[in-house]
């Protein structure tokens, strides 16, 4: 049987734990486990946005524009090191909705004479709105399964799946949209920054995500755009707005859209969001991305061997490449025992209808959080099994 001695020497042993030290932790004794919805605040993100408010709003006032213009590039630039891209394919700027909104109607626009976007009807609630917006503004067809794609405009997919953890194969997917015509279209929004995801190398043209979860970027920190170099030129971008024209500064009456990755850009960005978002994407490449991944995999098998240990179920997939950084106990009762569970300290996701969301975040994320919140959560279940301890105590 696993023990909490067991992970503590996992937690000793861990090549990543000191990073911990570098996100503020106002409660030593909580148990977090909602990385994948919120990463904590890294202590650099701090000082960063103190030092932006101060010297470059307060003090540089209108004058720090001449370095704060190019930032979402800039940011979007260090994000490409994370997500496989290259220089100049990714921009930080706007909601996931919006930039997701943006690139499948540039798809559909690509793909004129086809008449149906695909995509899963269990995705995330905003991808399957956007598209069904879109569809209705053009007349088009949703098909919620990927069997044929022969008439498909794109085809929008999430690389991890938000309930299960369950990952898809992006190449495999992409290859296979490409030769029946379609465009994939990747969210990335829960596996930027706790996998190692190689968009060149699977061939990918369009994809978006957000920073908050594990690229710990803060509530509602910018999304990204990524648009293959090849395909910037000729993307019929849906939504026009100043800092995508040409001549910015100009102010010209028509509008004439920049010939890289800029044409996705669309207003005034916020500064002071774009550089919280750039000490998180920082802190995951400093860590490095691959030793992110292999925790990953460790701590939600670790997660997983203890669920079976507790006769708790999971629908989250067993082989450690098949599973992105968050862990689903699956209980008919879940939204009940999330809420019991933040009453003993322990924050955790319920995600209908009946899934308890363990969010494993490599870089703040401990195997004794992980030990201390599923027995928490077994106590709850099996409540003549558990034990009225707090958790850290060693004694469950």
Same mark, same amino acid.
């Given at each position: 049987?696993?023990?909490?001695?067991?992970?503590?020497?996992?937690?000793?042993?861990?090549?990543?734990?000191?990073?911990?030290?570098?996100?503020?932790?106002?409660?030593?004794?909580?148990?977090?486990?909602?990385?994948?919805?919120?990463?904590?605040?890294?202590?650099?993100?701090?000082?960063?946005?103190?030092?932006?408010?101060?010297?470059?709003?307060?003090?540089?006032?209108?004058?720090?524009?001449?370095?704060?213009?190019?930032?979402?590039?800039?940011?979007?630039?260090?994000?490409?090191?994370?997500?496989?891209?290259?220089?100049?394919?990714?921009?930080?700027?706007?909601?996931?909705?919006?930039?997701?909104?943006?690139?499948?109607?540039?798809?559909?626009?690509?793909?004129?004479?086809?008449?149906?976007?695909?995509?899963?009807?269990?995705?995330?609630?905003?991808?399957?709105?956007?598209?069904?917006?879109?569809?209705?503004?053009?007349?088009?067809?949703?098909?919620?399964?990927?069997?044929?794609?022969?008439?498909?405009?794109?085809?929008?997919?999430?690389?991890?799946?938000? #309930?299960?953890?369950?990952? !898809?194969?992006?190449?495999?997917?992409? %290859?296979? +949209? =490409?030769?029946?015509? @379609? /465009? $994939?279209?990747?969210?990335?929004?829960?596996?930027?920054?706790?996998?190692?995801?190689?968009?060149?190398?699977?061939?990918?043209?369009?994809?978006?995500?957000?920073?908050?979860?594990?690229?710990?970027?803060?509530?509602?920190?910018?999304?990204?755009?990524?648009?293959?170099?090849?395909?910037?030129?000729?993307?019929?971008?849906?939504?026009?707005?100043?800092?995508?024209?040409?001549?910015?500064?100009?102010?010209?009456?028509?509008?004439?859209?920049?010939?890289?990755?800029? #044409?996705?850009?669309?207003? !005034?960005?916020?500064?002071?969001?774009? %550089?919280? +978002? =750039?000490?998180?994407? @920082? /802190? $995951?490449?400093?860590?490095?991305?691959?030793?992110?991944?292999?925790?990953?995999?460790?701590?939600?098998?670790?997660?997983?061997?203890?669920?079976?240990?507790?006769?708790?179920?999971?629908?989250?997939?067993?082989?450690?490449?098949?599973?992105?950084?968050?862990?689903?106990?699956?209980?008919?009762?879940?939204?009940?025992?999330?809420?019991?569970?933040?009453?003993?300290?322990?924050?955790?996701?319920?995600?209908?209808?009946?899934?308890?969301?363990?969010?494993?975040?490599?870089?703040?994320?401990?195997? !004794?959080?992980?030990?201390?919140?599923?027995?928490?959560?077994?106590?709850?279940?099996?409540?003549?099994?558990?034990?009225?301890?707090?958790?850290?105590?060693?004694?469950?």
């Amino acid at each position: 049987m696993l023990t909490r001695e067991h992970a503590v020497a996992l937690d000793a042993a861990d090549p990543l734990a000191h990073w911990r030290d570098e996100f503020v932790i106002s409660d030593q004794a909580l148990v977090y486990l909602d990385g994948s919805s919120l990463g904590m605040m890294p202590r650099r993100t701090v000082a960063r946005l103190q030092h932006v408010m101060q010297e470059e709003w307060a003090n540089g006032l209108i004058r720090s524009w001449v370095h704060w213009l190019d930032l979402s590039q800039r940011v979007g630039d260090r994000l490409a090191t994370l997500i496989g891209a290259r220089p100049g394919e990714v921009v930080v700027h706007d909601s996931t909705t919006i930039n997701l909104y943006q690139l499948v109607d540039a798809a559909c626009a690509l793909r004129p004479d086809r008449r149906v976007i695909a995509i899963d009807p269990a995705d995330f609630p905003t991808d399957r709105y956007v598209v069904d917006g879109i569809a209705s503004a053009r007349g088009l067809q949703v098909r919620d399964d990927f069997d044929r794609l022969d008439d498909v405009a794109v085809m929008v997919r999430s690389v991890v799946d938000y #309930r299960t953890a369950a990952v !898809t194969d992006v190449a495999g997917e992409t %290859a296979r +949209a =490409e030769a029946a015509g @379609a /465009i $994939a279209l990747w969210d990335l929004s829960h596996a930027a920054g706790v996998l190692a995801i190689d968009l060149t190398a699977a061939g990918v043209q369009l994809a978006v995500g957000c920073t908050y979860k594990y690229l710990n970027g803060g509530p509602g920190s910018p999304a990204f755009s990524f648009v293959a170099g090849d395909l910037q030129l000729t993307l019929p971008q849906p939504i026009w707005g100043w800092f995508a024209q040409t001549d910015q500064f100009e102010m010209g009456g028509t509008f004439a859209p920049q010939p890289d990755i800029r #044409r996705v850009l669309l207003g !005034t960005p916020s500064i002071l969001a774009l %550089a919280a +978002a =750039e000490e998180g994407i @920082a /802190i $995951a490449i400093d860590a490095g991305i691959d030793s992110i991944e292999s925790k990953a995999r460790a701590i939600t098998g670790f997660a997983l061997e203890l669920c079976d240990e507790l006769g708790l179920a999971s629908s989250t997939p067993r082989h450690p490449a098949g599973r992105g950084g968050h862990v689903a106990v699956q209980h008919p009762s879940a939204r009940r025992l999330v809420d019991e569970l933040a009453e003993r300290n322990v924050i955790a996701d319920f995600r209908t209808p009946d899934i308890v969301r363990v969010g494993c975040s490599p870089l703040t994320t401990r195997f !004794t959080d992980v030990f201390d919140g599923l027995t928490a959560l077994h106590a709850l279940v099996h409540p003549s099994k558990g034990c009225s301890t707090s958790p850290g105590s060693g004694v469950w």
